[in-house]
């Protein structure tokens, strides 16, 4: 709703605060200086990516992501994807990029299935199934077997495989 109040005081404000204001309220302020859909706030998106608190990094990827302006988001949302400090925040990225078509979004899914960290995985399982191919199923059933250490992983995985399985031609 505050994304919408054309008052230019309070767009200033909102402004100012999604790139000087405390975490919490800097993430929020990001994605609702990104319902504007202003492509001149490419610069304020791209200092919130490299900023400290990984609050403030999911926000500008969050705001990426409802920003609708994909020639600008995808590079840079594929650098996240490859650099940020958070493996959590890597795997967002990379769906960001699935999610808004990119091609290199899907591998980096898929190598993100063989990380250590259960929620890496979980998450990437999870992404899969909502922009995976039907040629993935194969890929994400093979995991089902072999995940022996985390049910929430496994859940994600056997979700995914439903969801890719409806995608498959009859």
């Known amino acids: 709703a505050l994304s919408r109040n054309s008052d230019p005081v309070f767009r200033e404000k909102l402004v100012t605060s999604a790139r000087w204001d405390k975490d919490e309220v800097r993430a929020a302020a990001l994605v609702a200086l990104a319902q504007s ?19 403030v990094r999911f926000g500008a990827l969050e705001a990426l992501l409802t920003w609708n302006h994909p020639d600008k988001a995808i590079p840079l ?16 990225a990379a769906a960001g990029l699935a999610r808004l078509g990119d091609p290199a979004g899907l591998p980096k899914l898929r190598k993100f299935l063989d990380d250590p960290s259960w929620l890496v995985r979980a998450m990437a399982g999870r992404y899969m199934g909502d922009y995976g191919t039907p040629d993935d199923y194969t890929l994400i059933v093979s995991r089902i077997g072999r995940e022996q250490n985390n049910d929430f992983v496994l859940a994600e995985y056997c979700i995914a495989a439903l969801k890719l399985f409806a995608k498959k031609p009859a």
């Open 37 to 55: 859909q202003d492509a001149a706030h490419v610069n304020i998106f791209r200092e919130a990516l490299v900023h400290l608190t990984p609050a």
């Open 77 to 92: 949302l594929a650098a996240a994807s490859e650099k940020d400090n958070e493996p959590i925040l890597r795997v967002y």
